[in-house]
């Protein structure tokens, strides 16, 4: 018995996700719990295993397409077995991305009385690995052999007139031949040049394209040599919440220096105790987090989200914490920070963080976030603007420490000092409470004691 593989839901608030690529070919054997191919989602990307044992007998969406979760994405057969091939956008059985048996599409009055017999494909074996190796679907090749059986050389044949044709994404084609347009006059700006649904619109509608302003090589008649890349995946996620962040919140950033000083000797005491154990490793940045979640729970409007119309003020802090990765910037989220001890928050967020950077982090290690914390401590910067991560109401910027002259009882001293910003969301709290968060939270870094009370 056939059975779809559709696009699964890999966490709470997935709608869509991305083929980014099939590890097997059509006719490959599979084995139940083996990789079958990768899921693509705005930060992360998943490795999807077979549901059952048999032969990968369709892929209905290649890989680079994105679709909706649930969507048929390819067909396992049993050996031997051939059913009815299926159209893209079918939908399965199984919205949360399951195996599902295949559905079966509704027969008209003619044809339920005789059904349609199945293709027999017929091919040699040097056909069928030459077919696998190329990508090419057997059902689509006219076999020139006896009795219509397939050889090496139709596979062949069938791959080049197919290679003529650009590459095009499937939404692409559907525009592209819903206005009849010739693909093969359109220029293709995606990914190795691959025709996008942008470049299909801007093929059918010429006249809304802008008109780049002449430069100084162009004046001159030299040719300017430009770099094309694509904002798609992590960078096209990052650049969509920023903008609706902006757009969508009324942001304001209070900043200030605090005396890290006691911060970093508690640090260093801290260290001392456990330098017999290599896994124990403790940063600035955990005494942060512990100091941030405790000051929450005094502070609970900092720790809201705005839903519609509505402040949801959340009992726990699940704490935000910026991870810096090749291609830009992910937030996992450490959970019910506030009710965990300073070796457990370093532990933890030491786990996330590792997890953003090797690229395993689950759908759900990202959501939930309350409030965020960015450290930028490792350049040199004092201050900077965060911006809030939609929805949440504080993120907090960290700059880095620096040995300065202070005025302190009076005399002047060297002492640690660090930049702190703070963003909020003026719509849910106002300026004075925020100040006073802000004020708190100073305090328990320069007396780490205070945390304690």
Known sequence: MSVTVSMPKLGLTMKTGKVSKWLKAEGDAVK???ALFEVETD?????????EDGILYQIVVPAGATVPVGLVLGVIASPGEAPERLEAGQAGDAP???AAKAAARPASPATAATPAAPREIVASPAAK???RELGVDLATV???GPGGRIREEDVTAHHEAASKLPKITPLAAVIAAKAGLDIRTVTGTGERGKITREDVERALHPESAETPAPDAAAATGATAEVTVVPMTGLRRAIADNMAASLAQAAQL???TEVDATE???FLATVRAMHQKDPSFRVSVNDILILATSRALTRFPMMNATQVGDDIHIHADVNMGVAVAIEGGLIVPVLRAAHRKSLTRIAREARELAGKARTGSLTADDLAGGTFTISNMSRSPVDFFTPILKPTETGILGVGRVVDKPVVR???ITIRSMMGLSLTFDHRVIDGAPAGEFLKLLCQYVEQPSLILF
């Open 43 to 51: 930060k992360i990307t998943n490795t999807v295993e077979a549901p």
């Open 142 to 144: 006219a076999g020139g």
């Open 96 to 98: 949360a991305g399951g």
């Open 32 to 34: 139940k719990g083996e």
């Open 263 to 265: 911060s970093l000797a």
């Open 129 to 131: 690995r030459l077919a």
């Open 253 to 255: 950033t209070l900043i």
């Open 409 to 411: 009882k009076g005399e």
